[in-house]
């Protein structure tokens, strides 16, 4: 083998990189993301239910915060209507965290653990829960 | 039909992993075995192709005419092009490996009416392959927000500047346009231009499919049909902590895109992908211009035994005496 030096560094290196998802998780608990319901409002409930379907929240309250803003912001509409019929002011600090005030236990358990950095917070203020506590 | 044979093997591919996770249920196999696979294949490949490549001799010193060599002291050397120590050898192969110095250069060649023969630069493969090439590891970089809790900062860093034009929800990636729009252009070149849709072979075309299938099904998952991404990380940080299991509703689409990146890791150290790690050998870019300063022995020159003057004249002293010649040694 010529130039043995340089290339078996250079392979250790790589190699290295390659595998920095196993080392890095050496030691490291896996805390898996538990969103929790527990808010006085909610607990209040007879019927715990969302504006819309749980499935549907999960799979799409990203587009549906979108598309309030829009509306909200661009068209001067207020009110969503709901699947079922119900109508919604549409609004994240009115209508969202009414019941969801837990944004610690509620948003960023999946948030942070995926790490999505939704850019909400640069225009709304945080829920109570946060203010009250100093944050 | 080449390119036919490269597409329906990719077409494949895509089939593998869908009827196994739909009709047979096999996400273990997908989403554990495949994976694990693949890793191991990929270094011990990776490791032997680059073991293999430096047994090679080193060849004699390869002088490129890019620029001026080291000369008389008022003629002015091109450190970069022409670097005669390891620092200018270490600039070369930075801007080679960063910047694709050498790709940059690339001539087209053309007969005109005249008739005339025309040379001109032709820097639309170099953009491309530039787009491609960083696009690719920025988006494997930004993949390191699946593999690791807590996530480090500069990935955060990373999804900001590549996710700030914030179109849309989830916010688009440039990295994920020009990717998608890289791997088009490079495949449409192939097919255009006829020089190289002559050469092209079905290991030219197979990579292209195969990136551009990955790239395919991860903007269908990240833009379009939601898989459950929570479940993906809990999968993949089981697989490093090697404690595997599979959430059961991560979504069909979800392991075809695994299945192809599985397929592309093991198929990488067999295949001109290995370039990755090829490019480092580049004798005219990685060897100074030192000729003429430094002895280069032949690594496979075998002793030669040579018969000197000396020895002859032992061999023949009397017979060369008796006939009155002359020797050197009484």
Redesign the interface.
């Known amino acids: 083998?010529?130039?043995?030096g340089k290339?078996i560094t250079?392979?250790v290196l790589?190699?290295g990189l390659?595998?920095l998802?196993?080392w890095?998780?050496i030691g490291?608990a896996?805390?898996?993301?538990d969103p929790s319901l527990n808010t006085p409002v909610i607990n209040q409930m007879k019927v715990k239910h969302c504006i819309e379907s749980k499935q549907f929240m999960i799979?799409n309250h990203?587009?549906l915060?979108?598309d309030w803003r829009n509306a909200v912001v661009r068209d001067n509409k207020t009110l969503y209507v709901s699947t079922t019929g119900q109508s919604f002011t549409m609004s994240l600090e009115v209508t969202c965290f009414h019941c969801h005030s837990n944004e610690k236990q509620f948003c960023n358990q999946?948030h942070?653990?995926?790490?999505?950095?939704p850019?909400c917070w640069e225009c709304h203020v945080k829920p109570a829960e946060e203010i009250a506590n100093g944050h | 039909m080449k390119l036919l044979v490269a597409f329906i093997s990719v077409l494949v591919l895509v089939a593998i992993p869908y009827l196994g996770i739909t009709y047979a249920g096999m996400s273990s196999v997908f989403g554990i075995i495949v994976p694990y696979a693949a890793?191991i294949i990929?270094?011990l490949g990776?490791?032997y192709r680059?073991?293999k490549w430096?047994?090679?001799?080193?060849p004699f010193r390869i002088p490129t005419t890019c620029g001026q060599e080291k000369s008389l002291p008022w003629i002015k050397q091109n450190k970069l092009d022409n670097p005669s120590s390891t620092t200018g050898v270490v600039g070369r192969m930075v801007l080679e490996v960063l910047f694709f110095r050498s790709l940059f250069r690339n001539t087209k060649t053309e007969l005109r009416d005249g008739p005339s023969l025309a040379y001109a630069s032709s820097g639309w493969l170099w953009l491309a392959a530039i787009a491609f090439h960083w696009s690719f590891l920025i988006i494997l970089i930004r993949h390191?927000?699946?593999?690791?809790?807590?996530?480090p900062y500069f990935?955060?860093v990373l999804?900001?500047v590549d996710g700030f034009l914030?179109i849309?929800?989830?916010t688009l990636y440039i990295t994920d346009v020009l990717l998608l729009a890289a791997v088009l252009y490079l495949f449409i070149r192939r097919i255009a231009i006829p020089q190289v849709r002559y050469i092209s072979l079905v290991s030219d075309y197979f990579p292209l499919f195969l990136i551009f299938g990955i790239g395919l099904t991860g903007v269908l998952m990240r833009y379009f049909y939601?898989v459950n991404?929570?479940g993906?990380?809990?999968l993949v940080?089981g697989l490093?902590?090697?404690k595997p299991n599979v959430p059961a509703d991560i979504g069909s689409l979800f392991f075809i895109h695994l299945f192809l990146i599985s397929a592309l890791f093991a198929y990488l150290p067999f295949s001109k992908l290995m370039h990755m790690?090829g490019v480092?050998f580049s004798p005219t870019r990685n060897l100074a211009n030192n000729n003429r300063m430094v002895r280069h022995i032949n690594?496979w020159n075998y002793p030669v035994h040579v018969h000197t003057y000396a020895e002859y004249e032992d061999d023949f002293r009397d017979k060369m005496k008796s006939v009155g010649l002359p020797v050197e040694k009484e």
């Open positions: 083998m010529y130039d043995s290339i250079g392979l790589f190699v390659v595998t998802p196993f890095y998780s490291k896996q805390v898996k993301p799979d990203m587009e915060l979108n999946c942070s653990y995926v790490n999505i950095q850019y | 890793v990929f270094i990776f490791v680059i073991i430096a047994r090679s001799p080193v390191f927000r699946l593999f690791s809790v807590p996530v990935i955060n999804e900001n914030q849309g929800i989830p939601r991404v929570i993906v990380k809990e940080m490093i902590a090697l790690g480092f690594p």
